[in-house]
């Protein structure tokens, strides 16, 4: 049984077809791990949710902030969303209700301790250490995973706060907690999320940081594994492993062995604005 990480996937069910196969994927066998953004922009969205759905248990998904854009239009029938050509067929879909219960109660973040990594979309805030990060996801988790998750999931989007502070809580520590595990790129030296900078680093302004470089780092022990930072290339320093190789652009598939020997492979991707996938 092998355990392999994989980025970002956007709806490009050809790409990660292609990857599969590359890395000789037995699906009776082997694990997946995914940071999250299975939906949106690419063509085959509900491709991707029903094949990764039906690994069931071999496969881990952590959300993403489109894969959260997909269940706050599930929540809104009136959001504009709803028309978005790359997530119409999902919503057309005759097992749309069951993919939506599916999706909604996949995590925001996972930990293993045995194979020593951790699965987040865009990372952890420098403020926080891994008990702090479980307990804040958690506590998102369970409102997307109850009840009222419709009117949690229209509530927790927006910009603000964008600096933790142990007062937090309640919707305000939900949104935060949201924001940075699924929207972070840079941050200021005191942890301020900054929303605006998408570049690679050094494009930024010089006040932001790369959230993985600030000093003293609470989390910088844990192996991080992310995507959402498509311009990050592929290494950035040590105990994070950047997986979002811009398929959607162009790029590539990642896919990073984490039993055995850990090792990336990656396919290229051709450009959606050429007619790719």
């Not at 009136?78 to 995590?107: H, K, M, N």
């Not at 952890?124 to 999931?153: K, M, S």
């Not at 594994?225 to 190789?245: A, C, E, K, M, Q």
């Given at each position: 049984?092998?355990?392999?990480?994989?980025?970002?996937?956007?709806?490009?069910?050809?790409?990660?077809?292609?990857?599969?196969?590359?890395?000789?994927?037995?699906?009776?066998?082997?694990?997946?791990?995914?940071?999250?953004?299975?939906?949106?922009?690419?063509?085959?969205?509900?491709?991707?949710?029903?094949?990764?759905?039906?690994?069931?248990?071999?496969?881990?998904?952590?959300?993403?902030?489109?894969?959260?854009?997909?269940?706050?239009?599930?929540?809104?029938?009136?959001?504009?969303?709803?028309?978005?050509?790359?997530?119409?067929?999902?919503?057309?879909?005759?097992?749309?209700?069951?993919?939506?219960?599916?999706?909604?109660?996949?995590?925001?973040?996972?930990?293993?301790?045995?194979?020593?990594?951790?699965?987040?979309?865009?990372g952890l805030p420098p403020a926080w250490d891994l008990d702090l990060a479980q307990t804040h996801a958690r506590r998102v988790?369970?409102?997307?995973r109850g009840a009222g998750w419709r009117d949690f999931v229209r509530s927790v989007f927006g910009n603000d706060p964008d600096?933790?502070?142990?007062?937090?809580?309640?919707?305000?520590?939900?949104?935060?907690?949201?924001?940075?595990?699924?929207?972070?790129?840079?941050?200021?030296?005191?942890?301020?999320?900054?929303?605006?900078?998408?570049?690679?680093?050094?494009?930024?302004?010089?006040?932001?940081?790369?959230?993985?470089?600030?000093?003293?780092?609470?989390?910088?022990?844990?192996?991080?594994?992310?995507?959402?930072?498509?311009?990050?290339?592929?290494?950035?320093?040590?105990?994070?492993?950047?997986?979002?190789?811009?398929?959607?652009?162009?790029?590539?598939?990642?896919?990073?062995?984490?039993?055995g020997e850990s090792h990336l492979v990656e396919v290229d991707c051709p450009c959606l604005e050429a007619g790719g996938d």
């Amino acid at each position: 049984m092998t355990t392999f990480a994989i980025g970002d996937l956007q709806g490009l069910m050809g790409a990660f077809e292609r990857l599969l196969e590359r890395v000789d994927f037995d699906r009776n066998e082997d694990r997946l791990w995914l940071c999250g953004d299975l939906v949106n922009r690419g063509p085959r969205s509900l491709e991707v949710l029903r094949f990764v759905r039906g690994l069931g248990e071999r496969a881990i998904v952590v959300l993403g902030n489109h894969d959260l854009y997909l269940l706050r239009a599930a929540a809104d029938p009136g959001l504009e969303a709803r028309s978005d050509p790359s997530l119409r067929a999902v919503f057309d879909a005759p097992d749309r209700d069951e993919i939506i219960d599916w999706l909604r109660v996949q995590p925001l973040l996972h930990h293993d301790p045995a194979l020593g990594y951790t699965l987040v979309h865009a990372g952890l805030p420098p403020a926080w250490d891994l008990d702090l990060a479980q307990t804040h996801a958690r506590r998102v988790e369970e409102e997307l995973r109850g009840a009222g998750w419709r009117d949690f999931v229209r509530s927790v989007f927006g910009n603000d706060p964008d600096t933790w502070h142990p007062k937090l809580s309640g919707l305000p520590a939900q949104r935060f907690t949201v924001n940075a595990l699924t929207r972070m790129r840079f941050v200021t030296s005191t942890g301020r999320l900054d929303f605006k900078h998408k570049g690679a680093p050094g494009s930024q302004p010089p006040d932001l940081y790369p959230w993985f470089e600030i000093p003293n780092r609470r989390n910088r022990d844990l192996h991080i594994l992310f995507g959402h930072w498509s311009t990050l290339g592929r290494s950035r320093g040590p105990n994070v492993y950047p997986l979002d190789g811009g398929c959607l652009w162009g790029g590539t598939l990642r896919a990073m062995r984490l039993d055995g020997e850990s090792h990336l492979v990656e396919v290229d991707c051709p450009c959606l604005e050429a007619g790719g996938d």
